[in-house]
């Protein structure tokens, strides 16, 4: 299925008049502020968020799963399914696979698929954290970081496997996340458990193309609960300078313990020229993987304010990585994913109000209260009419999630694909 752009202008022909009425509103206060509309829009309009291949089908637990029907059964259609999205948001211009998920048969109709639909590839995942078919040794004590010597040898070549994949399609990082760690006292030795991840990274890094990056993930529990290998921020940015200037920290922002405060270590990692990339999600109380922005709205505000004063005031770290990291259990995914993009091209938009030399002063004035009414102000300003003017402007819908339902995309996808088919991953 692919969504013509007459049927997005027609979806948005009830809510242009009103549409504009916002814009112009919005545009005229903000202006009478001192803030360039046109740059903020241009802003939004270069953000481009990943996609997850395996969010493009229903989530689940260990309890169970429940199918929306119509779900991507091959990676051809899992880039269809990104390509729906990116043509009603403007913002989701690229996939990231997961391997051996998402392994090409034929790269290059694979790649004119992509490029037809303005998809780029993203960064490309390993996965050490389950066995595969056929595999001769198991990753059920671990991988990188496993006592015996073959099994880190194997997931090594796994890594260094896909990074060849990856550099087939066009990618340019590889994201290690390790479910590595121990579930009982004594079970592990923490010291050998990290020095054999270390020097497993240091093989995978020597891998790696010139123009390449590893992002290095961490995660404080599961499926481990009494240790994880890389279980924190630092222990990430301590591996990723071992491995050398190529190696950065991938934040997600659901691996954290509640109230972490995930918007210092941005600006840690930032100021560091170490912080590689994000993975978006939202949580109660530990990688519940729910929508973006769903629970804490102005923590993902806060997170943007050091993100865009980082990107503005620290050459020395490296264009980000940006992907969304959920699969939720009760929505329609790509319903899912579409607020999801919605909800963080309102915290950059937000952010991007943020007056910073005003906030700079209040800070070297110790003015608490000003400090935090320059933020409260940008967060409490109504954006929305910004997002629709940046996706209406390059061909998208003013309300995507509306001409998603009013156009059916759903139950096209289920007569096309059938009721019994399931995303790969899940």
């Not at 008049?17 to 829009?41: A, C, N, P």
């Not at 169970?64 to 029907?69: A, L, V, W």
Request: net charge negative; proline share 4%; aromatic share 8%.
């Amino acid at each position: 299925m692919k969504i013509e752009q007459n049927h997005i202008q027609d979806a948005n022909k009830k809510a242009l008049q009103s549409h504009q009425e916002h814009i112009d509103f919005l545009s005229h206060s903000l202006t009478r502020k001192g803030v360039d509309v046109d740059k903020i829009i241009k802003k939004l309009q270069d953000f481009q968020v990943a996609i997850p291949s395996w969010a493009l089908g229903a989530g689940g637990t260990r309890f169970g799963r429940f199918s929306f029907y119509g779900e991507p059964s091959n990676l051809e259609q899992k880039i269809e399914d990104v390509g729906l999205i990116h043509s009603l948001t403007q913002t989701a211009g690229a996939v990231s696979l997961h391997i051996p998920w998402d392994i090409p048969q034929d790269y290059n109709a694979i790649k004119e698929l992509a490029n037809g639909l303005d998809i780029k590839f993203d960064a490309v995942n390993s996965n050490t954290f389950q066995d595969q078919k056929n595999a001769k040794e198991s990753y059920k004590y671990g991988s990188l970081s496993n006592i015996s010597k073959s099994v880190r040898e194997q997931a090594i070549q796994h890594n260094l496997e896909v990074i060849k994949i990856g550099d087939k399609l066009g990618s340019k990082s590889l994201t290690v996340w390790l479910a590595d760690g121990s579930c009982f006292p004594g079970q592990n030795n923490f010291q050998t458990a990290l020095q054999n991840t270390e020097n497993s990274l240091k093989e995978i890094y020597k891998g790696l193309p010139t123009d390449w990056s590893m992002l290095i993930e961490y995660k404080p529990y599961e499926p481990n609960f009494y240790s994880t290998v890389i279980q924190d921020w630092g222990t990430s940015f301590m591996l990723a300078n071992a491995c050398g200037e190529k190696a950065f920290s991938l934040v997600d922002l659901g691996h954290h313990l509640p109230n972490s405060n995930i918007e210092q270590i941005v600006s840690i990692l930032m100021l560091k020229g170490k912080l590689g990339g994000f993975h978006f999600n939202d949580s109660k109380y530990g990688d519940d993987d729910l929508t973006v922005g769903s629970i804490k709205p102005y923590a993902l505000f806060l997170i943007f304010n050091e993100l865009v004063y980082g990107m503005q005031n620290n050459p020395q770290n490296p264009d980000l990585a940006w992907m969304i990291d959920a699969s939720h259990n009760v929505k329609d995914p790509l319903e899912d994913l579409i607020q999801s993009l919605d909800a963080i091209q309102e915290a950059y938009a937000k952010a991007l109000l943020v007056d910073q030399n005003a906030l700079k002063t209040a800070q070297q004035e110790n003015d608490v209260v000003k400090c935090q009414e320059i933020l409260q102000d940008a967060y409490r300003t109504d954006v929305r009419p910004l997002l629709a003017k940046a996706r209406l402007d390059k061909g998208g819908a003013l309300s995507p999630i509306h001409a998603y339902r009013s156009l059916d995309v759903r139950n096209q996808l289920i007569r096309e694909r059938g009721k019994d088919t399931k995303a790969t991953g899940l």
